[in-house]
């Protein structure tokens, strides 16, 4: 029988290049979600911004990007807590950034609103 045996620090080496390697497809899921967020903010009304956020984010529903929602269901299966609140304060900053800068307040009163 052909095999290996791991000694106790290859085992840890191999657990840690998956940690690393888990950890880099939750920064590229979310690196997906922030594109599609600025693409969006920067092309659609507020409204349809704030419509796609709560697709995402709220209700659970699938976007019209695939990609995107395949990025979200990637940080949620995780399981990782703390990633997906990061990810989810990032998205909010991406959008209210671009809202604040262009003097718009309304739609950052009703992502708060959203949140609330």
Known sequence: MMGRILSDQNRSNSLSDES???????????????????RSVNQATPETVLMEFKQLFGMGENLVDPDVNQALHQIVNSKNEEEFRNTLKRACYILINNWSSKRTAQPIKELIQILA
């Open 20 to 38: 690393q390697l888990k950890e880099q497809g939750i920064h590229q899921a979310q690196e997906v979600i922030y594109q599609f967020l600025i």
